[in-house]
T-cell receptor
C-alpha cells in the first residue's frame, strides 16, 4: 500500500517569512495529492490539491509542487500570517493515506 | 448546509464497554470513511464505504465495525473498548470514491474518545 512521509513535524517561522513542508510517497500509481489544514479543535479542511498531470499549482499565498519522478510534493506558503498557524497534512492516492502532519507556528 | 455531523463530541468509556459513534452527511456523497488521529501518527483510515451496503477495511480496522444502510449515515461501533482506542475520531465524506476529478474529503469536527 501507499506510504506517505511528511517533514518536518514542527515548523516555526516569523510572520512574513515563507514556509515549506515536504512529503514523499511510495506508490507510483498515486495521482491525487491534497493538502489539508487542521485548526485547533476542528476537522481538517482542504486548502489545495494537485493532480499528477500538473507540476505546480498556486492559490494566492499557497502553492504546491509535484515531482512525480522523485515521488515527492511540497506545500509552499509565502508571506505567512499568524492565522496560518495550524497542523498541515499531506495525502496521496484515492484512499487518502495521510502524512503524520506538520505543526506550523507563525510568530507575530 | 450542515455538511458532516458527528456525535458525540466527547465520550468517556470503561474498558470493555461498547458504543457507537454516529456520522451523518447531507451532501449525498457516495464515499464515507472513518479515521483516527493520534499524536505523531496523523490520520489513519479505519473503515470506508463507497456506497450504501458496501464497506471495506482501512489501515487499522481491528476492534471496529461499520455498516452503511443509507447514503447519509455511517456509524462506527466499538464492541469492547480498549485503552488503545483512546483517540480523536473523524468521519469524512467525498462525492465519489474513484472519479479522478473529485477527491476532496469533507471532515466532521471530530469525536474525542477516552477509554479508561
Amino acid at each position: 500500500g501507499e506510504n506517505v512521509e511528511q517533514h518536518p513535524s514542527t515548523l516555526s517561522v516569523q510572520e512574513g517569512d515563507s514556509a515549506v513542508i515536504k512529503c514523499t510517497y511510495s506508490d507510483s500509481a498515486s495521482n491525487y495529492f491534497p493538502w489539508y489544514k487542521q485548526e485547533l479543535g476542528k476537522g481538517p479542511q482542504l486548502i489545495i490539491d494537485i493532480r499528477s498531470n500538473v507540476g505546480e499549482k498556486k492559490d494566492q499565498r499557497i502553492a504546491v509542487t509535484l515531482n512525480k519522478t522523485a515521488k515527492h510534493f511540497s506545500l509552499h506558503i509565502t508571506e505567512t500570517q499568524p492565522e496560518d498557524s495550524a497542523v498541515y497534512f499531506c495525502a496521496a492516492k484515492g484512499d487518502m493515506r495521510f502524512g503524520a502532519g506538520t505543526r506550523l507556528t507563525v510568530k507575530p | 448546509n450542515a455538511g458532516v455531523t458527528q456525535t458525540p463530541k466527547f465520550q468517556v468509556l470503561k474498558t470493555g464497554q461498547s458504543m457507537t459513534l454516529q456520522c451523518a452527511q447531507d451532501m449525498n456523497h457516495e464515499y464515507m470513511s472513518w479515521y483516527r488521529q493520534d499524536p505523531g501518527m496523523g490520520l489513519r483510515l479505519i473503515h470506508y464505504s463507497v456506497g450504501a451496503g458496501i464497506t471495506d477495511q482501512g489501515e487499522v480496522p481491528n476492534g471496529y465495525n461499520v455498516s452503511r444502510s443509507t447514503t447519509e449515515d455511517f456509524p462506527l461501533r466499538l464492541l469492547s473498548a480498549a485503552p488503545s482506542q483512546t483517540s480523536v475520531y473523524f468521519c469524512a465524506s467525498s462525492r465519489t470514491a474513484h472519479t479522478p476529478g473529485t477527491g476532496e474529503l469533507f471532515f466532521g469536527e471530530g469525536s474525542r474518545l477516552t477509554v479508561l
